[in-house]
């Protein structure tokens, strides 16, 4: 099912058309969560496939066997996708790990009643828009980027696929009760640290060589030469590496590379107007570091 240039629109938001179907986007509110569900939430290329890699190893106690040779599309698919009850009855895993995109407003209401353990992984939305740009110019399913100005706006009024970054964010972190937030910044900063928060969130507890293990297996150099995670086994019909790299830099504040000044004063015009009820806080810069980490 290629439908390249196909667009599903769902409840007012654009879903790529080569993954979705208006089909999938509706069976995935009316899935049956069990208790004993990992579900991943992110807006697109916010630590995605990072935190994938991390509940993979928390969940094999550190053992990289199911990572190096399962697809991580395989082993924690997306809800909202045509191919996800399929992968889900293959699936290898002994617990059921899950992925998805949907805003909170459209999802929320199927978790309303289920004890699955949801992790929320954010990014600071700078460096989320310049990862998304250059998503588009590799991926074939989605449309064409444009220049980075008009991207950005694009960004900012909430207009390109999987809709509103900032409904998105306020929507899931909004639900701190049952939900585990956990940032992209975070888990650069302090790897270690953030695997213990998840394994705990799982009830999942880690031996210290098992910690250490998924330490050094969730890796940016690592997760860069495991095809399993760097999307390098997607036809290039698809996605084209000739392009650019789908683990690209991996850094906290690669926005600077993009941004004009112009372009961060409309920027912080809009997040301030947008986000003025909203108590988070963002790490912008990369502090001191020689590792860093994927971009999805």
Excluded at 159 to 173: M, N, P, Q, R
Excluded at 205 to 233: I, Q, R, W
Aim: charged share 20%; aromatic share 12%.
């Amino acid at each position: 099912m290629a439908r390249l240039d196909v667009v599903e629109t769902f409840h007012g938001l654009f879903f790529p058309g080569h993954l979705h179907t208006k089909d999938s986007l509706q069976q995935a509110l009316q899935f049956s969560f069990q208790d004993s569900d990992v579900l991943i939430v992110s807006y697109p290329k916010s630590g995605t496939t990072w935190l994938q890699e991390i509940v993979t190893l928390i969940s094999s106690k550190g053992d990289p066997h199911l990572s190096q040779t399962v697809p991580n599309w395989a082993r924690a698919p997306w809800l909202e996708q045509h191919y996800f009850a399929a992968l889900m009855a293959a699936s290898p895993c002994a617990a059921r790990i899950i992925t998805t995109h949907l805003p909170h407003h459209l999802l929320g209401p199927t978790l309303k009643d289920s004890k699955a353990k949801v992790i929320y992984v954010s990014r600071n939305p700078k460096d989320v828009v310049v990862s998304f740009y250059h998503f588009h110019k590799m991926a074939n399913f989605l449309p064409e980027a444009g220049s980075f100005p008009e991207f950005l706006n694009r960004f900012l009024e909430g207009t390109l696929h999987y809709g509103s970054w900032f409904d998105h964010i306020k929507g899931w972190t909004s639900q701190m009760n049952n939900v585990l937030h956990i940032t992209y910044e975070e888990m650069s900063m302090d790897i270690r640290g953030a695997i213990e928060r998840l394994s705990a969130h799982l009830q999942s507890p880690l031996l210290e060589d098992e910690l250490n293990n998924c330490v050094k297996h969730c890796s940016f150099s690592s997760m860069k030469g495991n095809k399993m995670a760097n999307y390098t086994l997607v036809n290039r019909e698809i996605m084209d590496h000739n392009k650019g790299s789908f683990m690209r830099k991996g850094t906290i504040g690669d926005w600077k590379n993009m941004f004009t000044k112009e372009l961060d004063t409309h920027f912080k015009s809009v997040f301030e107007s947008k986000m003025e009820d909203c108590t988070l806080e963002f790490v912008w810069d990369e502090p001191q570091s020689d590792e860093t980490h994927a971009d999805e």
